[in-house]
């Protein structure tokens, strides 16, 4: 699949691997401990002793970054797990049983995915309290519709594949129908979706913590780092400015790398086989 990617997907590919090897290897890689304040080098612009410079209590800024490499990767993958977890199984019931049940669970989804998602966050949060566990959790439950809508579609579709009628004349029930032969070969554009989501997962989590609703100081995130930054614009520029720009590649990389899934996976393409049964 990979040698199929177009070039900015192989490269996105590699950005996104290399974010991988950086979150895993955080503790080896840093040069200072995210958290270790050095007051009498506060505000020191990019060097090197420091690359990317310290912010106002002396913490080293690219030590900073990546342990919140660490964070973001953490939040995106776990955010959309949680999303899929709860919007697969809503979507793959409300697509094969259809009736009145379809109506009931697909308006619900309808209504939640209605508001917008921010206020459904903040809404959260604040009831919840601004915590790692929590921002993940209510990250998924926001995405989770999409997901509910998207297999639902897909699952309309697959039902009525000759090799799912075939199941249904051995004699398998439905629940064995639906997660051994529907739900596998409805996933190509859940995965698709969910590159996507892991993006917009970790810009939410900035943006969270960047309002003071999401992953609380002292721990090292992006959105923390560019709000501790804001008030040292643009002297101080490089506090924000390095997370900024962390944020804004990893989102384009994994942007990137699902355009190229999608493509690969576009069932309008004819060079595509069929199901995967």
Do not use: C
Request: avoid cysteine.
């Amino acid at each position: 699949m990979y040698g199929r990617l177009d070039l900015s997907a192989k490269v996105s590919f590699w950005i996104v691997l290399a974010l991988v090897v950086i979150a895993i290897l955080a503790p080896e890689i840093a040069p200072y401990e995210p958290a270790q304040e050095h007051y009498d080098r506060s505000l020191v612009g990019p060097s090197l002793q420091h690359p990317l410079g310290t912010d106002l209590t002396g913490r080293d800024i690219l030590s900073r970054m990546i342990y919140g490499a660490r964070i973001s990767l953490f939040v995106g993958i776990s955010a959309v797990t949680i999303a899929m977890a709860i919007g697969i199984p809503i979507g793959s019931i409300a697509g094969y049983v259809g009736g009145w049940t379809d109506e009931v669970l697909m308006r619900a989804m309808d209504i939640l995915i209605s508001f917008p998602a921010l206020v459904i966050a903040l809404a959260l949060v604040g009831t919840l309290g601004a915590s790692l566990q929590n921002v993940i959790l209510v990250i998924g439950v926001v995405y989770s519709p999409q997901y509910a809508r998207l297999i639902r579609g897909e699952v309309l579709s697959v039902k009525e594949e000759e090799y799912v009628e075939a199941a249904r004349n051995t004699g398998l029930s439905n629940t064995k129908i639906v997660t051994k032969h529907v739900i596998p070969n409805s996933m190509a554009p859940v995965l698709v979706q969910a590159t996507f989501h892991v993006a917009t997962a970790i810009l939410f989590e900035a943006s969270l913590s960047f309002l003071g609703l999401g992953i609380q100081p002292p721990t090292a995130t992006w959105g923390v780092m560019i709000a501790d930054g804001r008030n040292y614009l643009p002297s101080e520029w490089w506090i924000s400015t390095f997370p900024g720009i962390a944020i804004m590649i990893v989102v384009l990389a994994f942007n990137l790398l699902g355009d190229g899934l999608r493509d690969e996976f576009d069932p309008r393409d004819e060079t595509q086989g069929g199901p995967n049964t």
